[in-house]
Nanobody, 120 residues
Framework: QVQLVESGGGLVQAGGSLRLSCAASGSIFSINDMDWYRQAPGKERELVARITSGGSTKYADSVKGRFTISRDNAKNTVNLQMNNLKFEDTAVYYC??????????????WGRGTQVTVSS
């Protein structure tokens, strides 16, 4: 029904920046929340940032002031600008979208993830 594809991950030195992008496609009527989650080895998956369809945002305390989430509703994309990266940000980052499909049913969809590695 819906596919999410992340891009922009990679290897960066501490203090550097990366920009992650996620594009949704398929049988989309509308998209409610769009999120970035991450999961580091040995750690639970955690919500990094969320943006609603109206543009309200929420961030994990650990990334406040460093990360910025944004979206383009016309393009069905969500971005995560990550600045002043720290070693502790190393994780697989996943895009999640709460999508109302064309049948008007609502589902969560997940991307396959993109690796972000920050060297100390």
């Amino acid at each position: 029904q819906v596919q999410l594809v992340e891009s922009g991950g990679g290897l960066v030195q501490a203090g550097g920046s990366l920009r992650l992008s996620c594009a949704a496609s398929g049988s989309i009527f509308s998209i409610n929340d769009m999120d970035w989650y991450r999961q580091a080895p040995g750690k639970e998956r955690e919500l990094v940032a969320r943006i609603t369809s109206g543009g309200s945002t929420k961030y994990a305390d650990s990334v406040k002031g460093r990360f910025t989430i944004s979206r383009d509703n016309a393009k069905n994309t969500v971005n995560l600008q990550m600045n002043n990266l720290k070693f502790e940000d190393t994780a697989v980052y996943y895009c999640r979208a709460v999508v109302v499909v064309t049948t008007r049913a609502q589902y969560d969809f997940w991307g396959r993830g993109t690796q972000v590695t920050v060297s100390s």
